[in-house]
């Protein structure tokens, strides 16, 4: 039997489509310093940023198999976001914290154990290449 592939691309837009259909504000926890991960830096707040990902915030908004990726504006400035799969821990409701935090997946603990090829950040990044961090285990803190 071969390898099944992640569930979290799936599980993702079921339920990003289950908030907005119900009238409430899908957000990303995301795992901001894990490689390929490209966002507004200055956001990052002990390595995990959570970005609003409603229909009215973001622009050209895709929901893809190995990333997300979408236009959004930070204090006034248009910036192209770009998170692979692997760096997001949860989406949630903003109204009342309905949603689902994903589990770790074999698929993508493996890639970041042995430092397989990721995807590279976007050519559009304004930021010079730092170093990567050490590797570690997604967790989700409760922001109020």
């Known amino acids: 039997m071969s390898e099944l592939s992640p569930q979290r691309p799936y599980l993702l837009r079921a339920m990003y489509d289950w908030l907005v259909d119900n009238g409430l504000t ?21 390595g995990q940023i959570v970005l609003n990902v ?16 979408f236009n ?17 821990d949860a989406i949630y409701a903003r109204e009342n914290g309905a949603g689902t935090l994903f589990p770790p997946e074999e698929a993508y603990e493996q890639a970041l154990l042995e430092d397989e090829p ?5 050519a559009t990044e304004s930021e010079p290449e730092a ?14």
């Open 26 to 46: 899908p957000h990303l926890a995301v795992s901001a310093d894990l490689p390929g991960v490209v966002v507004p830096r200055q956001y990052v707040k002990e």
């Open 118 to 122: 990721l995807p590279e950040p976007s």
């Open 72 to 88: 959004a504006r930070f204090g006034g400035q248009p910036q192209a976001l770009v998170l692979p799969l692997y760096a997001i």
């Open 131 to 144: 170093e990567t961090p050490p590797k570690r285990r997604p967790s989700l803190r409760v922001i109020k």
């Open 54 to 69: 409603a229909p009215h915030a973001v622009g050209n908004l895709q929901l893809g198999i190995d990333e997300v990726r």
